[in-house]
Structures are given as structure tokens and as C-alpha cells.
T-cell receptor
Framework: DAMVIQNPRYQVTQFGKPVTLSCSQT?????MYWYQQKSSQAPKLLFH???????NEADTPDNFQSRRPNTSFCFLDIRSPGLGDAAMYLC???????????FGPGTRLTVT | GDSVTQMEGPVTLSEEAFLTINCTYT??????LFWYVQYPGEGLQLLLKATKADDKGSNKGFEATYRKETTSFHLEKGSVQVSDSAVYFCALSSGGSNYKLTFGKGTLLTVNP
């Protein structure tokens, strides 16, 4: 089945230690998104790629970066995680901007 | 700007009860409307969608009708099951150059046997 895959499902990192979360898709969608979701809240968009074009949300901290080396893969890099960055990170894709988005299962990040 | 207001939870129902979760929206133009469901510890799954006025989205016994006159997209199910326990998010996309999904705050549904 075509899908959005996120690895790992659970990630523990230390305060200030860089961490990378990965996302891959078999849907061949043009657009890939990264969201942060904290407990009992709606997902918050961090940034998205339309093909190779990167678009950052205005309020996304500089601590968060992303890479998309090809259509299938996208990475979220957190350069110096703080305790406040502990959250569920969701990757999503859509065929075109504005169409429905398909989400991966998420990576639960814990910062110790 | 775009916004979505949905019924505050939590909602607790007995199995086989009727479910309604209210959702209203504010948007420019003619948005597409969505309901997403999130089971504990999981990502969001698209439950149903409607792309124009009077469209009815349906899936797994859930339904929602795009009502432009009342700017609403209420989620309904005639007979809920324990397995429907989850958080439900109403969302909209104005499409075109506006790539974002605008989410409501989510409604936690618990169904008891």
C-alpha cells in the first residue's frame, strides 16, 4: 500500500544533542510537510517542501531545519533540542498544495 | 484569516449512541473541508472530505455535509462503537496558493461499552 513512513516511532535525545527524524513516502506526492503536535493540541505546521522549494513558517524557530534530498525522503533536523521541543512530529504529503494531506504515524520525541 | 471552530470535548457516549461533533468555519473563497481522526499514539488519518457546497463526505459510517449557508461541516454517525474512540479534527484548506490546513482544536470522543 502507498503510504507515509516515519522512523523512528520513538526517539529519545538529550538536551542540546542534535537529532534527525526521517520521513519517506511511496505516494510520489509533490508536497511534504512537517508538523509539531503537543499534547491535546492540533498539529502546528513547521515548514513544507513543494518539490525542492522550501517554505518556512514565520514562527518556526531557527533550531528546526529540514532537508529533502529527493521526492521520496524528507528529514527534520533539530539542532539543539530543548525540553520544550518534546512533542509528536508528524510528516504529511499531498499531491498538490491545498489538496488533502496524508499523514505518517508520527515520531514521539522525548528530550531528557 | 481562515479559522475553524469545533465543539469542545471531551464527548463521552455509550456504544450505539448517535454522534454529532459540530464544526463551523471562516474562510475566504471556497475552501475544501476535511475531518481527520487521530487514534491514541498515532498520526492523523483522513476520515472524509468535501470540496464544494452541498457535497456529502462519508466513510466508515461517518458523514458530514458541506453547508455554505451556515459555514458548517458537522460530523455525524448513527451508531458509534468503542473502536471510534479517538480525537477528531475538523480542518479546511483554501487551496490554490494557500497550502495550509487550518485545524480546529480537536474533540476527544470516548465510547463506553
Amino acid at each position: 500500500d502507498a503510504m507515509v513512513i516515519q522512523n523512528p516511532r520513538y526517539q529519545v535525545t538529550q538536551f542540546g544533542k542534535p537529532v534527525t527524524l526521517s520521513c519517506s513516502q511511496t505516494l510520489n506526492h509533490n508536497v511534504m510537510y512537517w508538523y509539531q503536535q503537543k499534547s491535546s493540541q492540533a498539529p502546528k505546521l513547521l515548514f513544507h517542501y513543494y518539490d525542492k522549494d522550501f517554505n518556512n513558517e514565520a514562527d518556526t524557530p531557527d533550531n528546526f531545519q529540514s532537508r529533502r534530498p529527493n521526492t521520496s525522503f524528507c528529514f527534520l533536523d533539530i539542532r539543539s533540542p530543548g525540553l520544550g521541543d518534546a512533542a509528536m512530529y508528524l510528516c504529511a504529503t499531498s499531491s498538490l498544495m491545498g489538496y488533502e494531506q496524508y499523514f505518517g504515524p508520527g515520531t514521539r520525541l522525548t528530550v531528557t | 484569516g481562515d479559522s475553524v471552530t469545533q465543539m469542545e470535548g471531551p464527548v463521552t457516549l455509550s456504544e450505539e449512541a448517535f454522534l454529532t461533533i459540530n464544526c463551523t468555519y471562516t474562510a475566504t473563497g471556497y475552501p475544501s473541508l476535511f475531518w481527520y481522526v487521530q487514534y491514541p499514539g498515532e498520526g492523523l488519518q483522513l476520515l472524509l472530505k468535501a470540496t464544494k457546497a452541498d457535497d456529502k463526505g462519508s466513510n466508515k459510517g461517518f458523514e458530514a455535509t458541506y453547508r455554505k449557508e451556515t459555514t458548517s461541516f458537522h460530523l455525524e454517525k448513527g451508531s458509534v462503537q468503542v473502536s471510534d474512540s479517538a480525537v477528531y479534527f475538523c480542518a479546511l484548506s483554501s487551496g490554490g496558493s494557500n497550502y495550509k490546513l487550518t485545524f480546529g482544536k480537536g474533540t476527544l470522543l470516548t465510547v463506553n461499552p
